[in-house]
DNA sequence: GGAGTCACG
DNA sequence: GACGTACGTGACTCCG
């Protein structure tokens, strides 16, 4: 220890936040070579760092050391003037990262962060070299940043990191013209576009330099304005004044900022070998790695590109999990250490608690949050008491942070651009803080993460998850809640268990995060997490907030309806059957058919139940001559079923699905649902509306516009073979495309030898089947069983097939292989789909084969959609419009009606060339749109 | 809670 | 040579 900060202490002070802008444009794109992480900024910072750490003892070696980032974007100045820096634009897809890495970087160089809320980094920087020369002591400022050039001084000084020079006065003079103490006055009447500060205008830095050492101050001139000669002068600075002053406000830094460290604590210290060396090697920052360690006198570490058989790193010894270590946060004292921590850590796992599953309807209970392995807390603000009994009372326990007061304590944090923010399935967190106001960014979704490793493999809900790769059963939401109709809402779970489960949750997430992070790299799905799945969380958000508006009393219109017909059609059935028996019940229908009526062909299945599928029910209804009873009740028996599945799924179940509050329904999407890549809409599943029969059409009817809205809907033409034509590298197909021909009459004139103006619409079914086929890892038996026809002639039909494209065998052989091989298979974006029963004995290997031939194909769809979707948001802002719904392959939006054509050009073009520039096809994509007052009209 | 059925792409 | 199959989903209803 030297003792107090004072005489002969040098305390350096490095512009963190802005260092990392400059080098990530100045310095060349660095990534880590095992994985492409981009580290430029990263390690462009270490270096200087080191730089700063080591520099000889001597006259300006740092006895003190710290380095200052902003803490988030708004601060006190935004009160003074709302649109200072208000333009700046958003960091860098790929320097986003680097910001936590560079808290990270710091911290193991033993130095210490600062950060302070609702202050620039530049006011902590003159506040502390305020502190260091009253101190007795100096201070150099590490930036290039002209803001810093006013705090130069006897005793302070800079040093430009880039260019490896000193700033003093000399320079500041060649700057702004002026000596470092006028350069407030300078900047106030130049202003700054990039930063929005007004000035004076028409006067820039040449003039007001000019003006300043003319006058001396800027408040003598703005007192002797009219002693100014030259009109446009005089009158800018005349008509100006406020404003000129608000710029000096703005431009001043703030000297007296709340500090929350001593000079003391800031003492240049050695770095832990071990700590440093750990991230060194994890970031493959090899020279700087052998420069420390010769430094240090340690053996340098030997750092290898890691690659996915490496062995698993330190970092992944297991800490137990325990549930007593976790944190009640009842306090606002409590709160701000947490949130300090979490700003000095730079990331945060976040969870919320709520009474609901439904995101539309939830109340919030509590938050929990993790900053490390082991390390979380819960913020309980909503428990009421009574748990067991019926009626719980409405009270709030006591102890708890009032949600209003924590939201807005957070909310800074939960938006600062520089803290990651870490969640499992984020789109929920993010709807429930959106309804409070708060647009959490930017965020992680382990979630997600798993699904771009682990497609296929697993689901990747948070328990199975927690147990595959944390070997950790979590504690089971029954556990606390129940189960069945006596279940409780979380509102009622005691404070000290909803602690350990909470707070739990959001160590398992942070844990997660830990281990999934570095394997996104190796596994090389960085940019299908990045492009593909991250972005959608919340462009699925907005549009699940949305909803669509249906109307109720057409739906009740046609439930009513529907149960007129239904009861007619039992009646019926049952005068056939000559019994009553529940039509509803398969088992029942068979026994009635087969058994007492005699219809022969009845087929039980493993379960010893009879068949009684559309299939087969449509076979015995051609059985009129031989069983005519049968044939009819068949047939009575698909029309009460058709009916009653448009009833109970769809005119009753959607009129329940309307909010009472919004009048609309919000479905969900399960962006990590399907294994392909495509999404899958739930409660209520607004992916299955009907729309093959005309009786089921009419539901769509039911989804309509607001008034002077439309409805409009554009959908994808033929993707899935326009993209098996090129994925195959099918010429003929190709060009039929390209042509806009018939694709299923081309296919048809092709095999069949029929030209095309001889089509007829059976030859057409035909090929249109077998292209679906092809989609679905054609069979002989499948097809036969589709066209009811001969398996022979099904099969006679393949072989012709793939005679006349020899691609297509190609295509699937080797996707095969490739599955085989490598245990899963890709998409053209990328995407993996793992295959892990593809080397399976028996019957499943069958599946396995078709379902890896059809998900490139299928996957490489719903990743185009996805991209349209994600650049939609831009695309169509500034329009009266939005995205509502989307069904695989079709988009729906609601615009106002005059803006309707500017719509349909906007968002198709976007779907049009949504694999634009990274795939290109060598067919083109051609989206069909529709419009109309409700769906059954745009679709 | 599984099986059967059927709605969609 | 037999085995059973079109690919991907979700919701509703029976029924044990």
């Known amino acids: 220890m030297t003792g107090t900060f004072g005489k002969g202490h040098h305390l350096h002070l490095i512009d963190g936040s802005a260092y990392i802008f400059r080098a990530y444009h100045a310095l060349p794109p660095l990534t880590r070579q095992s994985d492409g992480l981009p580290v430029g900024a990263v390690a462009g910072f270490s270096s200087i760092l080191w730089g700063e750490i080591t520099r000889d003892k001597g006259a300006g070696a740092a006895t003190h050391i710290a380095v200052i980032f902003d803490h988030s974007s708004k601060t006190f100045r935004n009160r003074l003037y709302a649109p200072y820096k208000a333009n700046r634009p958003e960091p860098p897809e790929d320097l986003r990262p680097q910001f936590p890495l560079t808290r990270e970087a710091t911290r193991a160089f033993n130095v210490a962060c600062i950060e302070v809320p609702d202050y620039e980094a530049d006011d902590i920087i003159a506040t502390l070299a305020r502190q260091a020369v009253e101190a007795g002591g100096s201070c150099t400022i590490v930036s290039s940043d002209k803001d810093l050039m006013q705090l130069v001084r006897p005793g302070v000084d800079m040093h430009d990191p880039m260019k490896n020079r000193p700033i003093g006065p000399d320079e500041v003079m060649e700057k702004f013209g002026v000596t470092p103490d006028k350069v407030v006055d300078v900047q106030a009447l130049a202003g700054d576009s990039t930063d929005n500060v007004p000035g004076a205008p028409g006067i820039g830095l040449k003039t007001a330099a000019l003006l300043i050492n003319e006058f001396g101050s800027l408040e003598d001139l703005l007192s002797r304005a009219s002693e100014i000669k030259q009109p446009k002068r005089r009158e800018a600075l005349e008509q100006n004044a406020d404003l000129i002053r608000i710029s000096k406000q703005l431009v001043s830094l703030d000297a007296n900022a709340p500090v929350p460290v001593t000079l003391d604590a800031l003492e240049v210290t050695t770095p832990d070998p071990e700590k440093l060396m750990a991230f060194l090697t994890e970031m493959e920052f090899r020279s700087l790695a052998r420069r420390v360690s010769e430094r240090l006198k340690i053996a340098a570490p030997v750092i290898e590109a890691r690659s996915d058989d490496s062995p698993q790193t330190a970092e992944e010894t297991r800490l137990p999990f325990d549930h007593a270590a976790y944190e009640a946060i009842r306090d606002r ?53 009574g748990g067991g009994d019926l009626f719980g009372s409405t009270e709030l ?94 509102d009622r779970v005691g404070i000290e268990d909803a602690v350990k489960y909470a707070a739990e949750d959001a160590d398992v997430t942070l844990r997660l995060w830990q281990k999934f ?116 009740l068949a047939a009575k028996v698909l029309d009460w079923r058709q009916i009653s599945k448009l009833k109970s799924t769809y005119t009753d179940a959607l009129q329940l699905a309307i909010n009472p509050e919004t009048g609309r329904v919000h479905t969900s999407y399960s962006i990590a649902g399907a294994n392909t890549g495509r999404l899958a809409s739930t409660d209520p599943n607004l992916q299955n509306i009907p729309v093959r029969t005309e009786e089921g059409r009419r539901i769509r009817e039911a989804f309509v516009a607001p008034k002077g809205k439309v409805l409009v809907s554009l959908d994808y033409s033929q993707i899935e073979l326009r993209i098996l034509a090129h ?41 249109k089947a077998i292209n679906f086929g092809v989609i679905y890892g054609i069979s002989g038996f499948g097809l036969a069983r589709n066209l009811r026809i001969p ?141 109309g007052r409700n769906w059954a009209e745009a679709h």
């Not at 689901?459 to 059963?473: A, F, P």
């Not at 239904?566 to 009635?592: C, M, R, T, W």
């Not at 806009?740 to 092709?750: K, N, Q, Y």
């Open 727 to 767: 994925m195959a590298d099918i010429p003929a197909l190709q060009q039929a495309f390209r042509d806009g021909l018939d694709i299923h009459a081309m296919t048809a004139s092709e095999m069949f030898n029929v030209p095309l103006d001889q089509m007829t619409p059976e030859i057409r079914r035909r090929a």
């Open 791 to 931: 398996r022979a002639e099904a099969q006679g039909f393949i072989d012709r097939y793939f005679e006349r494209f020899p691609g297509i065998r190609e295509y699937m052989d080797a996707t095969v292989k490739f599955a085989k091989d490598n245990g899963f298979v890709q998409t053209l974006f990328g995407r993996k789909i793992h295959t892990p029963e593809i080397n399976a004995k028996g019957p499943g290997a069958g599946f396995a084969k078709r379902a890896a031939i059809n998900a490139p194909i299928q996957g490489t769809a719903a990743d185009v959609i996805r991209r349209a979707m994600i650049r939609m948001p831009a695309a169509i802002e500034g329009l009266p419009a939005r995205m509502l719904l989307q069904v695989h392959d079709e988009l729906l939006f609601e615009v106002e009606e005059s803006a309707t054509e500017a719509l349909i050009k906007a968002a198709r073009d976007t779907m049009e060339q949504a694999n634009h520039p990274v795939v290109p096809l060598k067919v083109p994509l051609v989206v069909d749109a529709g419009q």
């Open 333 to 385: 004292a409590a709160l701000d250490r947490w949130i300090a921590r979490i700003r000095d850590v730079g990331h945060v796992a976040v969870d919320t608690e709520t009474t609901s599953l439904d995101e539309m309807q939830a109340e919030l209970v509590g938050i929990s949050l993790s900053v490390d392995a082991g390390q979380a807390a819960y913020v309980p603000l909503g428990h009421k008491q």
């Open 517 to 632: 992070k570095p394997q996104l790299h190796r596994a090389r799905v960085t940019t299908v997490y990045e492009t593909l799945e991250r972005p959608l969380v919340t462009v699925l958000a907005n549009m699940e907030m949305a909803g669509v508006l249906v109307d109720r009393d057409t739906l009740s219109r046609m439930s009513n309806a529907f149960a007129q017909k239904l009861a007619q059609y039992e009646d019926e059935i049952q005068d056939i059957a000559g019994e009553k028996f529940n039509v509803g019940s398969p088992k029942q229908l068979g026994e009635v058919l087969f058994d007492r009526m005699g219809v022969p062909g009845g087929e039980k299945g493993k379960t010893g139940a009879y068949a009684t599928g559309a299939d087969v029910l449509e076979d015995i209804t051609t059985l009129e001559d031989s069983h005519p009873k049968g044939a009819r």
């Open 397 to 490: 326990v006591a102890g708890q942070l009032g949600l209003d007061e924590t939201l807005k304590a957070l909310k800074p944090l939960l938006e600062d651009p520089a803290i990651l923010k870490i969640g499992q399935n984020m789109k929920y967190d993010w709807k429930i803080f959106a309804r409070h106001g708060i647009r959490i960014t930017p965020f992680d979704d382990t979630m997600l993460m798993s699904y771009a490793l682990s497609a296929g493999l697993n689901n990747h809900g948070m328990d199975e998850l927690s147990e595959r790769h944390l070997g950790h059963q979590p504690i089971p939401i029954k556990s606390l809640l129940g189960s069945g109709k006596s279940q409780l809402t979380f």
